[in-house]
């Protein structure tokens, strides 16, 4: 998942050094703020998917222990996920989806989430795998999609900020599960913590969508120039 967090950065290499060409035209960076109100509903999306994510990394081995196998076996499991999310990735981007990619990271995002709200019922190993195994075939191209979303949204000269946002706001998310979902274990249990991220994922990701479906603030970033038109 870092590496496609990685990628969506890289994305917004040609944006920034375009941006900073030498010579007469240059354009400005535009306010931060105004691409900001632009970009939150993919950031919101994005920080409730690495929140999703992360949870897994840290429940997994609990639950295995409390299905009575070596909770060292999670590393496995959660390399499974990693593996299938590769293939999903280039599945995903090797080819044009019907749809809106907004729509795409939404239902892809679900599926994440069914996954986490599942895995608690499994009886073992095998079957946790299993389940791993479909949900990494979503969760890179849920996070693909919201960087599209993303761009779409976006002037070319806002790309750099926005991507940088996106970024820090999943490396956010990351940090948020790993605070959270350790004193949620503890106190309620390995079940509970899934349905927890689960819950708090798709409402991030329905927020989101539901925002991006409308048109975006206008006069938000004005014209060539990628300044602030509001007043």
């Known amino acids: 998942m870092a590496a496609v967090i990685a990628a969506v950065g890289a994305a ?7 941006r900073f060409r030498p010579g007469a035209g240059e354009v400005p960076a535009p306010p931060v703020l105004a691409v900001a109100r632009l970009a939150w509903p993919s950031y919101l999306g994005a920080t409730g998917f690495m929140l999703g994510v992360t949870t897994l990394d840290v429940v997994v081995p609990a639950q295995l222990s ?13 390399g499974v996920f990693a593996l299938t999310g590769t293939v999903g990735g280039l599945v995903y981007g090797s080819r044009n989806w019907p749809g809106s990619a907004s729509r795409h990271a939404l239902l892809l995002v679900l599926v994440l989430c069914a996954a986490l709200g599942v895995l608690p019922l499994l009886p ?34 806002a790309a750099a900020t926005g991507f ?35 819950a708090v994922t798709a409402l991030a990701a329905l927020v989101g ?7 975006p603030p206008a006069p938000v970033l004005g014209g060539a120039d990628g300044t602030s038109t509001e007043g």
Do not use: N
């Open 12 to 18: 917004s290499a040609p944006a920034r050094s375009a």
């Open 66 to 78: 409390r299905l009575g196998h070596d909770p060292a076996h999670a590393g496995l499991l959660l």
């Open 124 to 157: 073992g190993p095998w079957a946790i795998a299993a389940l791993l195994a479909v949900a990494g075939l979503a969760g890179p191209p849920a996070l693909i999609a919201r960087s599209l979303t993303l761009q779409a949204r976006l002037p070319a000269t």
């Open 164 to 198: 940088s946002g996106l970024s820090a706001v999943a490396g956010l998310g990351a940090s948020l599960a790993g605070m959270l979902a350790a004193p949620l274990l503890r106190s309620a249990g390995p079940a509970a913590t899934l349905v927890t991220a689960a």
């Open 209 to 215: 969508a539901a925002r991006e479906a409308r048109p």
